[in-house]
């Protein structure tokens, strides 16, 4: 089933993105979430041939939502291909109806961290490419995301303490993916819901991208990959400095609030990021763009001004040279 074809370019990007990136240090425990489809066999070979040289230890987990007729059955091909190159299997399937995909989102990622802690993986390894995050970009940018949400699919994040998310494929386009499957006739299994137009990410992938590709640049996945790479760099930046001027600007009152004065030397758009850490940090939500805007106009208005109530009923109010948030 699988050909002994040598060492290709692929393999060589890989293990120089891993060492230049630092993702995956050698003789860790890594468990790699596998659907049985090109991108996750894809990154399952290359770990795989990669191995001997990092000395890691593998395993893989399927997930099945039970969306589809054929889920069982998709889970036991997994199986079988984890027998066949003699790797732990894990198998985790939902309990509950899962509604939307990012329902799904969530259910899997928890799963995986399940798998993780019980059977002490440090990694959590996905085969996100760069057309995920092509179509992340786009479909971010069309529901009006900032700069965070178009940096899209990052290298690596911690899921839970100690254990973290890496995603080392994101150079890499689905086109390679398949046409690394070829090269190894590794049995891809094709997933029916990814033709289903009723997902706005699958029209994104089988009608906008390809239209973009005919008549604007055919490159434009690896473009757009890089415009996220060059905002993820950026956005790191921001929220720090963002940071430590919220933390300069704070004080220990039992009332959280912000001094104004400090934020008036600071660009628009390091204010609306100090407000959005402020309302998140305090309010424990992900707040709006108009929430944020409305808590940002009181750095520059008249004593006494107030926002309207934030969910939950909270209030913000100038008394001086200070931002108030008063709780309901």
């Known amino acids: 089933m699988l050909s002994s074809q040598p060492w290709t370019p692929l393999h060589a990007q890989i293990h120089r993105t891993l060492r230049q990136r630092q993702l995956l240090p050698k003789n860790q ?10 991108d996750s066999l894809c990154l ?3 770990l795989l041939d990669l191995q001997s040289k990092w000395q890691w230890q593998l395993g893989i987990c399927h997930c099945d939502h039970r ?14 291909l984890a027998q066949t190159w003699q790797l732990p299997f894990y198998l985790q399937i939902t309990d509950q109806e899962l509604k939307s995909e990012a329902a799904a ?48 699919l990052t290298w690596q994040r911690y899921l839970i303490e100690k254990i973290q998310l890496i995603r080392p494929l994101l150079e890499i386009t689905r086109l390679e993916t398949a046409q690394f499957c070829a090269d190894f006739q590794l049995p891809i299994w094709s997933d029916s819901t990814n033709e289903e137009l009723k997902y706005k990410r699958n029209r994104i992938r089988l009608e906008l991208i390809p239209y973009l590709k005919q008549n604007f640049n055919p490159q434009v996945e690896k473009a757009l990959a890089q415009t996220a790479e060059i905002l993820q760099a950026e956005v790191e930046f921001l929220e720090n400095t963002a940071q430590e001027i919220r ?33 998140q940090q305090n309010l424990g939500f992900a707040p709006s763009f108009e929430q944020i805007e409305k808590l940002t106009a009181l750095i520059t ?22 931002i108030y948030l008063k709780k309901a």
């Open 301 to 322: 208005a008249p004593n006494r001004s107030c926002t309207d109530p934030f969910p939950g009923g909270a209030i913000a109010q100038v008394e001086n040279d200070y």
């Open 44 to 46: 399952t070979k290359l």
């Open 247 to 279: 933390q300069k600007a704070s004080s220990n009152s039992p009332i959280p609030q912000l001094n104004r004065s400090i934020l008036r030397s600071t660009s628009l758009a390091i204010q609306r990021r100090v407000m959005r850490q402020f309302l």
């Open 105 to 152: 989102r969530e259910w899997r990622y928890q799963a995986l961290i399940n798998v993780a802690q019980t059977h002490n993986y440090s990694y959590i390894v996905t085969g996100h490419t760069a057309s995920d995050r092509a179509e992340t970009i786009l479909y971010n940018l069309t529901r009006g995301s900032g700069a965070d949400g178009l940096q899209s």
């Open 29 to 38: 425990n890594i468990l790699i979430a596998v659907s049985g489809g090109q």
């Open 67 to 80: 969306w589809r007729t054929d889920s069982e059955a998709n889970a036991n091909h997994v199986g079988k």
